[in-house]
């Protein structure tokens, strides 16, 4: 069981160092530290981010929607508000409890910001009434999804929703008109490289709503994330660390197993399926002539 646990922050917007090509961001922001997903390639265990109990509880800044407001109302230029990279928004019982993503996005839509999440979880949906209105703006959803095979999802990322919860919120959200897409990172070498996966995910997103799917070929490991990973690996899959050692020693990028020709079976299905491998950017211009009309 996880301990919350309350803390206050100096400040809550970072700005996002530009052009940010992956997911379009200006500003991002955690209102968590800590996540209960607890997915097994995480890479916040990094010793950069001090994170130190990673597996037993999550920081709650009490006060970020008192920031999330004095800093919004500051900002000159409307820039797409990220949230997710170093927990997920949708993190359960920390959510559920204080629910300081439902808050901050209800401030980003009274503000008339454009919102991009990036989660692995259905309680997204919680959220939809101001998702929709945040909308007149511009909203993006991405679901993380990297297999679509809810049992070897469960040991990847064991604390998560299954691949199929996150499907069926897409859908959901794409019906409700709601940009929303797939994030294919990371595809973990010897465990998610095959072109049977990459297809069936490409399949399942185009089924489910989706317009896009970014993609990374490959993992990133170091210290302690690197020691976590393999010690999982020693119990999840017997043998393989030893393959991870061989093929990569102390490198940083892990790239997957054939990774062009995975890439160019990607963009292939993608067009077959009318989905493009980049997430469409905020231009305030657009959203200027869309809120005209209302
Ligand atoms: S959802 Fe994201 S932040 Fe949370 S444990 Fe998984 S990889 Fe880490």
């Not at 231009?283 to 009309?293: F, G, N």
């Amino acid at each position: 069981m996880f301990a919350l646990k309350e803390i206050e922050a100096k400040t809550l917007l970072a700005h996002v160092r530009q052009p940010d090509t992956w997911f379009g961001l200006k500003y991002n922001m955690n209102l968590y530290r800590g996540c209960e997903h607890q997915c097994i390639y995480c890479d916040s265990r990094s010793e950069c981010y001090q994170i130190e109990d990673f597996g037993g509880e999550v920081l709650v800044k009490v006060n970020a929607i008192d920031l999330l407001r004095r800093e919004l109302a500051r900002k000159r230029v409307k820039g797409m508000i990220g949230t997710g990279a170093m927990n997920d928004p949708y993190t359960p019982r920390a959510e559920r409890r204080y629910n300081l993503t439902g808050q901050a996005l209800e401030v980003i839509a009274q503000l008339r910001f454009p919102v991009h999440i990036l989660t692995k979880s259905d309680l997204v949906l919680k959220d939809l009434d101001t998702l929709r209105e945040i909308n007149r703006v511009h909203a993006v959803v991405s679901f993380t999804i990297t297999t679509t095979d809810d049992a070897l999802a469960r040991k990847l990322e064991p604390g998560a929703p299954s691949p199929s919860a996150r499907l069926r919120a897409m859908q959901t959200l794409a019906a409700n008109g709601i940009h929303t897409g797939v994030t294919l990172m990371p595809v973990l070498p010897f465990i998610e490289d095959s072109a049977e996966n990459i297809t069936a995910i490409v399949k399942s997103a185009a089924a489910h709503g989706a317009s896009y799917i970014i993609p990374a070929f490959g993992v990133t490991l170091r210290d302690r994330q690197r020691a976590y990973y393999y010690d999982r690996l020693d119990k999840l899959f017997p043998g393989l660390r030893q393959e991870y050692e061989a093929r990569f020693g102390e490198q940083y990028h892990c790239p997957a197993n054939d990774a062009d020709a995975l890439r160019d079976l990607l963009d292939a299905r993608c067009r077959e399926h009318g989905l493009v491998t980049e997430v469409s950017h905020y231009a305030p211009e657009s959203a200027a002539r869309q809120l005209s009309l209302f």
